[in-house]
């Protein structure tokens, strides 16, 4: 195999937005209904940092000025009242970045305010956030407390200064000692701690001395991560397996190549099949999914056009329109939901594939029965679950189920706000 492709894409949802293009015809107003059909999840973007890292595609600016940020939540503001919705009861509420916890108290405090006034977010929901060493305060933790976060994910990558330089991480280990430090005594639901492997010059020592020092805080949740934009090679694969054994050790169930669990942590996640959940994003840059319907603005990874994005987001009169995004066909909804089921532990029920789209996943997908042969994966009764190989070769294996249609619209795709 060629180590090259063994990370070659990380499929958290499909299709990628660069498989997005300009849509007409479709109001917000014609397809909100489809929130009140079952489990709907909130996602609020916050596309701003402190500096943009060295691995780092995500739809962000750095340097973002208070004003720009006050702007930018007048604009959310406005965009909660021309939804117009009725009461939900969100499944849970996401606020992801970029940074959220570079906001100050006051923003964040105004923040929450804007989704519980208007969105009906309550202490109920089940909130997420995400932050970062340097951003993460005492004031700020406060704040979270009092709108009753459940789960902080805080991104420290690594405990080895030379390496956080490498990564264009402007935190030190001192740092992200301090601000776990702040997190565990603060006694959230749930904390999240973020490692990164494949670092240029990284060692099996320096990654076990960083994997020692997250388990230290006993966080319930770990997510590990390939460094994707490097040159990958044999060692980076290794280290995968030398740090998923640590976390084992260290008492943490894998539900994914990324996610290790604490055991014996209340999960959200059952041995349901997901898939057909939806989600609604605020702001510019998050994704919403509604039925057959995936829709965001547009999107890049380079931070002058994401400027202009947000600009026009804060600037334009209809903060609801819906002007890009993808109409998913039966055979990409099944894809779609192969994915999101089978790169989980608990694997693909072929019973709940046969129930929603009347036929069976391994004549839809007889590439499965080659993943069965090969020992990618393996038939547990009713379900098809990863071997540890697979579940290794996660984002080797799940670009195969990327539809011809999809691969070449995100070939063609151009980061210059054309497509």
């Known amino acids: 195999?060629?180590?090259?492709?063994?990370?070659?894409?990380?499929?958290?949802?499909?299709?990628?937005?660069?498989?997005?293009?300009?849509?007409?015809?479709?109001?917000?107003?014609?397809?909100?209904?489809?929130?009140?059909?079952?489990?709907?999840?909130?996602?609020?973007?916050?596309?701003?940092?402190?500096?943009?890292?060295?691995?780092?595609?995500?739809?962000m600016i750095n340097n973002a000025d208070n004003s720009l940020i006050d702007r930018y939540l007048d604009a959310v503001s406005i965009q909660t009242e021309q939804m117009n919705?009725?009461?939900?009861?969100?499944?849970?509420?996401?606020?992801?970045?970029?940074?959220p916890l570079l906001l100050s108290a006051k923003q964040l405090t105004r923040l929450f305010q804007i989704v519980f006034d208007?969105?009906?977010?309550?202490?109920?929901?089940?909130?997420?956030?995400?932050?970062?060493?340097?951003?993460?305060?005492?004031?700020?933790?406060?704040?979270?407390?009092?709108?009753?976060?459940?789960?902080?994910?805080?991104?420290v990558q690594s405990f080895v200064n030379s390496e956080l330089k490498t990564l264009g991480r402007k935190h030190l280990e001192a740092s992200a000692h301090q601000a776990l430090s702040m997190l565990t005594t603060a006694n959230f639901e749930a904390i999240n701690i973020d490692i990164i492997y494949g670092i240029p010059h990284q060692t099996m020592a320096t990654l076990q001395y960083s994997i020692e020092q997250v388990v230290r805080y006993h966080?319930?949740?770990?997510f590990l991560y390939p460094l994707y934009n490097t040159k990958q090679n044999e060692e980076i694969y290794l280290q995968y397996f030398a740090a998923k054994a640590?976390?084992?050790?260290?008492?943490?169930?894998?539900?994914?190549?990324?996610?290790?669990?604490?055991?014996?942590?209340?999960?959200?996640?059952?041995?349901?099949?997901?898939?057909?959940?939806?989600?609604l994003a605020l702001g510019a840059g998050g994704r919403s999914y509604l039925g057959n319907l995936h829709f965001c603005t547009k999107y890049s990874k380079k931070m002058n056009f994401a400027a202009q994005?947000?600009?026009?987001?804060?600037?334009?009169?209809?903060?609801?329109?819906?002007?890009?995004g993808y109409i998913l066909?039966?055979?990409?909804?099944?894809r779609s939901y192969l994915i999101k089921n089978l790169f989980f532990y608990t694997g693909l029920s072929q019973q709940d594939y046969h129930l929603h789209f009347n036929n069976e996943v391994r004549i839809d997908f007889p590439i499965i029965n080659d993943f069965i042969e090969s020992n990618y994966c393996r038939l547990d009764g009713d379900r098809i679950l990863l071997t540890e190989t697979g579940m290794s070769l996660s984002d080797y294996l799940g670009p195969m189920f990327i539809s011809p249609e999809v691969q070449t619209r995100s070939e063609t795709w151009k980061d210059d706000l054309s497509n």
């Open 1 to 59: 195999m060629d180590q090259d492709l063994i990370y070659s894409q990380y499929m958290y949802n499909y299709p990628h937005k660069t498989a997005y293009r300009k849509l007409v015809g479709i109001q917000f107003s014609d397809v909100k209904d489809q929130l009140y059909q079952g489990a709907s999840n909130l996602y609020l973007h916050i596309p701003f940092c402190q500096s943009r890292c060295g691995f780092c595609n995500l739809f």
């Open 85 to 99: 919705l009725a009461p939900i009861r969100w499944s849970s509420f996401i606020i992801g970045g970029g940074t």
């Open 118 to 155: 208007r969105m009906f977010v309550d202490m109920e929901t089940y909130k997420v956030i995400e932050t970062s060493p340097n951003d993460t305060t005492a004031e700020k933790i406060s704040v979270l407390k009092s709108f009753g976060v459940n789960r902080v994910s805080i991104g």
């Open 219 to 222: 966080p319930d949740e770990i």
């Open 246 to 279: 640590q976390l084992l050790q260290s008492g943490y169930l894998q539900t994914s190549m990324r996610r290790f669990v604490k055991k014996g942590h209340i999960d959200m996640a059952t041995t349901d099949s997901c898939g057909f959940e939806n989600s």
């Open 309 to 324: 994005i947000i600009d026009e987001f804060i600037q334009q009169s209809d903060k609801t329109a819906i002007t890009n």
């Open 329 to 334: 066909s039966l055979e990409e909804k099944k």
